[in-house]
């Protein structure tokens, strides 16, 4: 009997999520934890890493997702630091500028009912995905309730 070893290979490396790609699409975000003082090209910054998932955009669901990613954008940042564990849903825009800066990227803070069902039902296929071993599921899953923190199940 043969066994397969644990170890998975390295994933690719990733340059990270490009916050102008995905302007007007439906993200969730779960935030998990405070890096502070990275190195970057413009000097040392704290940054908030999270799993971020495209929902929808532009009528696609499930476009793409980014685990481990660093939100550096500041009002990102404080609309996703104090909910940590949980998912943050959103459409993604931006704000007005200040002179001589680019607009701030920021989620929209009411959900549209519509944006509300999509994402109940990307939460549905995930967690039914996560509770059939990463597959997706043959069936309709029972409604789902609302998880926060460590009840979320992928």
């Not at 940590?84 to 800066?101: D, F």
Request: glycine letters at 10%; hydrophobic letters at 35%; aromatic letters at 6%.
């Amino acid at each position: 009997m043969s066994t397969r070893p644990p170890f998975a290979s390295a994933g690719a490396p990733s340059s990270g999520i490009k916050w102008a790609d995905h302007e007007g699409a439906l993200l969730a975000i779960r935030p998990k934890e405070v890096k502070s003082d990275i190195d970057t090209a413009y000097g040392r910054a704290d940054a908030v890493q999270a799993d971020v998932w495209v929902v929808e955009q532009d009528g696609v669901n499930d476009a793409e997702s980014y685990p481990d990613c660093l939100i550096f954008p500041k009002l990102l940042q404080s609309q996703t630091r104090s909910k940590m564990g949980e998912i943050v849903l959103g459409r993604l825009g931006q704000g007005v500028a200040k002179p001589g800066q680019s607009p701030p990227w920021l989620l929209s803070q009411d959900n549209t009912p519509e944006d509300t069902q999509l994402g109940q039902a990307w939460y549905e296929r995930r967690a039914a995905a996560a509770a059939n071993g990463g597959q997706p599921a043959a069936a309709q899953p029972e409604p789902a309730t609302v998880a926060t923190g460590q009840d979320i199940p992928f």
